[in-house]
C-alpha cells in the first residue's frame, strides 16, 4: 500500500487552519458584575472587553438601551462611527476608544450623565462568524439642594408650611419632623421632572403650636444614602393669628362683665366702661402692632428664599477703603491708598458696589452692622456716578438707608425720611424685587420692616452698594460684613 504523503500534509495543514480560524473567531464580551454610579453631570466609562484581548478594528460594536423602543446608543460599523439610527438624546454624548480597539476594548464613555440615562445598557460585539454581549447596569445619582422651608399662611387652625429641594436621582423621600424627630402628617410629595430629568420634590404640612415651635423638613434619598434637612423656627406670636376665636372670646368676656357690673352701680358702670374701651383701644393698637410685625416677619421669610451670594468689587472700591481678603468685609482705614483711579471706582464718597449686579428678579442678602455709629446700605444704578460729590438719594439712581450718629435713621428719598426704630438693627437684610421695582429693609435679628422704597421702574442693572462710614477714633472702625443667609434660624 502506497502512502501519498504529500496529500495527507495538505489536509493536516488544512484542518490546521480551519481549527485555528475557527478558535481565534471565537470570543467572549465581558463586562462588570457590579452597577456602574455616576454623578449625574459627570461623564463616565462603560466597561467592556474582548476575551481573547483580540482587536476589535474589523467587528462591529453596539451598545444598547436595554427595553426601549429605539435602544441604539452608539454603533461602530465598517471602522467608523454611524449616528443614523443613535437615541437623540445621547448625540454628541458618546465615544468609543478607538485607539484601544486593537486591544480588545469596547468600552463607551458617557458624556455629562443626566437621570435619564440610568438603567441597564448591552455591550454588543460581532464578526462574521461569531458575536457575544454583556449586559453593564448603570446608576445615577445627583444630590438635590439643601430644603427651602416657606410660609404659606394660616389653615385650619394652623400655619401651613412648605418644603421644596431640586435636583434629585433617583427619586428622593421628603419627611415633616418635629423638635424631638417624631414625623409629622404631611401631605403627599408633589414630584416633577427638570430638564435633565432630576427630580423637584414639593411637601405641606400644617403645623400647630408646640414649646418649642421647631420643625424640620429632611429630604432622604435612601438607596444611594444621601440625606439633607432644613430646621425652622415659628414665632410663638405667629401661632396666636391662627386661633382668632380666641381674642373674640376675650372680647366678649370682658364686655359681658362690664355690662354685668353697670347694671348693678350704674357710676361703676360708666367708670369701668371709659377703662375698659381705654383697655380695647390698647388692645387694638397692640393687635394691630402684632398683626404688622407677622407681616413683616412673613414678608421676610419670603425674602430669605432668595438668598444670593454677594462680594465687594474692589474696583469701585474708595482709596480709604480696606477690604478683606474673601471679599465679604470692608471699613474705613482712614489713610489714602495709592490705587489707579479707573472710571468705577468711588473717589468723593467712601463706598464701593458688590460684585454682583441684576437685571431682573428677586434678591436678598444680609449684612452685619453691629455697633457701627456710621453706615450706609441699599442698591445702585450700574451707571451711578463715581466721581465728586453729589446726593446719595434716589434722584441720583440710588435707594439707600442709613445711620448716623449711632441713633439717626434715615431712608433716602427726597426730600429723606426720618425712621422711627423701636430696636437698633445689628443685622439688616436687603430685598430687591426688580420687576415691582421695590426695595426693602429689614431687622434680621427681630424679623421687622425697616422701610421699603416702592413705585420705581428700574431700567439698568442694580449693584449691591455699601458705605461703612468714616473712622471716628475707634467708635466706627468696625467693618461691615456679609453675612451668610443660612445661619439666620
Known sequence: MTINW??????????????????????EVLGPAQPIVAVAGEDVVLPCYLKPNISAVDLSVEWFRVQTGNPL???YRDHEDRYEKQIPSYRGRTSLFLEELKKGNTSLKLFGVRGSDDGPYKCFVQSQQWQDDSWINLRIKAVGTQPVISIEGYKEGGISLVCESKGWYPQPQV????????????????MHRDSMDHYIVRRRVIVQETETNRFTCRVRQQQMNEMKET?????????HRAHP??????????LSAVGIIGCTVLIHYFVKLRRKRGQLKEQHVQLQEQH?????????????????????????????????EDRKQVRNGDTWQDLPDNPERFNWW???????????????????VGNKTYWRLGVASESINRKGYFPLDTNNGLWSIWLQNGNKYEAFTDPPVLLHLSVKPRKVGVFVDYEEGEVSFYSVEDKSHIYTFTGYKFTEKLCPFFCPGFWYRSENSAPLIISPVSDID
Open 6 to 27: 504529500s496529500g495527507c500534509l495538505c489536509l493536516t495543514l488544512l484542518l490546521l487552519r480551519q481549527t485555528t480560524v475557527s478558535t481565534l473567531e471565537r470570543f
Open 73 to 75: 446608543v452608539h454603533l
Open 175 to 190: 419627611v415633616w419632623m418635629d423638635s424631638e424627630g417624631h414625623n409629622l402628617t404631611a401631605g403627599h410629595t408633589e
Open 231 to 239: 430646621i425652622t423656627d415659628i414665632p410663638g406670636e405667629m401661632f
Open 245 to 254: 376665636w380666641k381674642v373674640t372670646f376675650a372680647v366678649g368676656f370682658s
Open 292 to 324: 404688622g410685625l407677622i407681616t413683616s416677619q412673613l414678608k421676610l421669610v419670603k425674602a430669605q428664599r432668595y438668598a444670593v451670594d454677594v462680594t465687594l468689587d474692589p474696583d469701585t472700591a474708595h482709596p480709604e477703603l480696606i477690604l478683606s
Open 350 to 368: 467712601s463706598c464701593i458696589l458688590g460684585k454682583e449686579g441684576f437685571s431682573s428678579g428677586k434678591h436678598y442678602w444680609e449684612v452685619q
